[in-house]
């Protein structure tokens, strides 16, 4: 605590103080997850072609350490969420993040992973942040390769930043008794729809 | 619009020859022939366009239904019909009056690909499918409660809240059904929902046939 | 007398005792976050549906059982191959032996021959 000033009204989120030995520690453990993000791979439409594109030679996944697809979440660190996700498979998705194990992150890549994209309709998830917790929104439809690499860069700086004193950090947010994960509230206005969709109204 | 014109398809007149007044009418669109039939005959016309030596339909295209934007306009159930052998299609179509029952005889026992295709159509529009093996939900999930999207009737966005939508989706267990030839192991037979293994243990093995 | 295999078991206390630090730190130091879904085996997102526990055939078993007892059998042959040579003043007698050591096992593979147990349906 010494050298650094803490404002009167900041809220305190580590257990124990922040000193050499831990950030020396959260430096070794964030270089080390962020050097070798193992991502499973939850391609569903168009943005998974642009993944593999991302994975493929000429823009090379492997230089961040990414190239092995866990498709099982079992050895995987970052959940890329590539496609559209219609309501028929958020259980799935859901489950599937539930059984990675922590450290984990999301990567929510595409407009329709995101929000909804263009479909906003009866059966696409409305952005999949209302079924499990994203860390970084990749937009584009599809976004280029440099797109979801500038994201994972993005997520590379998150995951420096993270620090084991944080008690907030790894905490697995499960589905409640009602059935959502996030207050029905929260899904509503995350679903709202925005741009020219607010005037699509109409049924037919 | 009855008088035969030179690009209507042949069958429509032996159809007429065959059944007469069960055949409403018949038009022609972008080369097309449509072929309006009554609710009530549409299973013989249908057998009859496939098992006749001279009509040979024998690939289902496809089933599917129009709600015209115009809300007086009757539901259509269609059939997309071709004769592989001489290169020839057919549209039939039945018009089922909103007010009434939208019931129509499957054509599953003479094109086994009707299968999904009716149940699509049961999904979208709520057309029921007299006959039918498996008359339940294929595009969205078994337990759909909130109605029959392609209707026009239905909002696009569905009648329920994104929140509620959303819970319902996370409460389905997406292996309700598989078919029994799956699940007909020992293994598998204590997971199963009740209505499986009352119908495993009438005796079924398989699915359909 | 056992001084040459000193650094042998040096390097198996050292092997065991890697194995115990990496596992025990591992298990003692992280902080373990369940829930029941990860509990439960990866079926692609899909609720796990029947049990990996099968019944197995028996006749598996039997199948391993005859493997081993005339692999034995092959693996005697080869000592007494290095002895037969060694000796060659024995040879014919000792050629009778292997030869009676083999009719035995002969007489036991006619016996599973003839009772079925080579027939796998």
């Known amino acids: 605590m010494g050298l650094i000033a803490t404002p009167p009204d900041a809220t305190v989120v ?23 993000l193992w991502p499973m791979p939850f391609g569903t439409a168009c943005c998974a072609i642009e993944f593999m594109a991302s994975a493929g030679s ?4 492997s230089r961040f350490g990414m190239e092995r697809m866990s498709f099982s979440p079992r050895q995987a660190d970052v959940l890329i969420c590539a496609g559209r996700l219609p309501f028929k498979l958020a259980p799935v998705i859901r489950r599937i993040w539930d059984q990675m194990p922590q450290p984990k992150w999301a ?45 994972i860069l993005l997520l590379m700086k998150k995951i420096r930043g993270e620090t084991f004193t944080d008690d907030r950090l790894r905490v697995e947010k499960l589905v409640g008794p009602d059935g959502l994960y996030l207050p029905p509230e929260r899904v ?17 | 619009m009855s008088a035969p014109t030179a690009a209507q398809s042949p069958s429509a007149q032996a159809l007429r020859d065959a059944f007469g007044a069960a055949i409403e009418r018949v038009e022609v669109s972008c080369g097309d022939t449509i072929v309006y039939v009554s609710r009530e005959r549409i299973h013989d016309v249908l057998a009859w366009l496939k098992e006749t030596p001279t009509q040979d339909f024998d690939y289902l295209t496809d089933v599917t239904a129009v ?31 909103k007010d009434g029952p939208l019931d129509v005889p499957t054509c599953w026992d003479l094109w086994r690909g009707a299968n999904w295709l009716e149940r699509e159509v049961f999904d979208m529009f709520g057309v029921n499918f007299a006959g039918h093996p498996d008359m339940r939900r294929i595009l969205m999930w078994e337990t759909y409660q909130e109605g029959f999207p392609l209707r026009k009737d239905f909002p696009l966005r569905g009648h329920f809240s994104r929140a509620e939508q959303t819970r319902q989706a996370l409460a389905v267990n997406p292996e309700a059904h598989y078919s029994l030839e799956e699940l007909a192991t020992a293994d598998a037979y204590r997971n199963l929902p009740q209505d499986m293994r009352e119908r495993l243990r009438r005796g079924e093995r398989g699915g359909p046939e | 007398m056992l001084r040459p295999y000193i650094p042998i078991l040096l390097v198996t206390a050292f092997v065991v005792f890697n194995a115990v630090l990496l596992l025990g730190l591992s298990h003692w130091l992280s902080a373990y976050r369940t829930n029941p879904a990860k509990q439960q085996p990866y079926e692609s997102g899909m609720p796990v549906l029947g049990d990996a526990r099968q019944r197995f055939s028996v006749k598996f078993y039997l199948i391993a059982m005859l493997f081993i007892v005339f692999d034995i059998e092959t693996v005697f042959m080869i000592p007494w ?3 037969f040579r060694s000796l060659p003043a024995l040879s014919g007698l000792l050629l009778v032996e292997m030869l009676v050591f083999m009719l035995i096992l002969a007489v036991g593979y006619v016996y599973i021959w003839k009772r079925g147990a080579l027939q796998w349906d």
């Open chain 3, 81 to 83: 191959a290095v002895a």
């Open chain 1, 188 to 204: 509503d206005e995350l679903s709202e729809p925005f741009g020219n969709s607010v005037s699509q109204t109409r049924s037919s």
């Open chain 2, 67 to 97: 709600d015209y934007r115009d809300a007086e306009r009757p539901l259509e159930v269609v059939w997309q019909l071709r004769s592989l052998a001489r290169k020839a299609d057919l549209r039939v179509k039945v018009r089922l009056d």
């Open chain 1, 14 to 36: 580590s257990s124990t103080s922040p000193n050499w030995v831990t950030t020396r520690l959260d430096f070794l453990a964030n270089w080390a997850r962020t050097s070798s």
């Open chain 1, 107 to 151: 990567i929510s890549m595409g407009a329709c992973a995101s929000s909804g994209g263009i479909f906003d309709n009866y059966s696409m998830v409305q952005g999949i942040d209302t079924i499990i917790p994203v860390d970084v929104y990749v937009p584009g439809c599809p976004p280029r390769p440099e797109g979801l690499m500038y994201g």
């Open chain 1, 58 to 61: 000429r823009f090379d996944l």
